[in-house]
C-alpha cells in the first residue's frame, strides 16, 4: 500500500497563498492516480483537484479551477497544489488519495488550511 504525508497547511489572511505537499511512498510503483480532496465542518468531502500518475492528466473541481494549481515531481512521488486569492470560505482540512490497481486507496492524515478575514 501506498502512505501519504500532507503538509503545508497554516493560517493566512484574505487574499495570501499556500502550496501544500503530499509525499508519496511505500508501493509507488503502481500509483494509478492521485488527488486532493478538503472537508469543513458539518460539510461534505469535496473534490479539489487530481492526476492520473500514469499519464499526466489533470482535472479540477469546479470551485478550484482558475485559483488553484496542481503539480508533481515524479522523481520524489510528490504532489503539490499551489492556492492563490484565498479567502474565507476555502477553510477546511485538505486530504490527499492515492490510487492503486493492486490495493485499497490510500489516503493522508490532512493539513489544516484555515484563511482569516
Known amino acids: 500500500q501506498v502512505q501519504l504525508a500532507e503538509s503545508g497547511g497554516g493560517l493566512v489572511q484574505s487574499g495570501g497563498s499556500l502550496r501544500l505537499s503530499c509525499a508519496a511512498s511505500?508501493?509507488?510503483?503502481?500509483?494509478?492516480?492521485m488527488a486532493w480532496y478538503r472537508q469543513a465542518p458539518g460539510k461534505e468531502r469535496e473534490f479539489v483537484a487530481g492526476?492520473?500518475?500514469?499519464?499526466?492528466?489533470?482535472r479540477y473541481g469546479y470551485s478550484a479551477k482558475d485559483r488553484f494549481t496542481l503539480s508533481r515531481d515524479v522523481a520524489e512521488t510528490t504532489l503539490f497544489l499551489q492556492m492563490n486569492s484565498l479567502q474565507p470560505e476555502h477553510t477546511a482540512t485538505y486530504y490527499c488519495?492515492?490510487?492503486?490497481?493492486?490495493?485499497?486507496?490510500?489516503w493522508g492524515q490532512g493539513t489544516q488550511v484555515t484563511i482569516s478575514s
Open positions: 492526476i492520473r500518475w500514469t499519464t499526466g492528466n489533470i
Open positions: 488519495e492515492a490510487e492503486t490497481p493492486y490495493s485499497e486507496d490510500s
Open positions: 511505500g508501493s509507488t510503483f503502481s500509483l494509478y492516480d
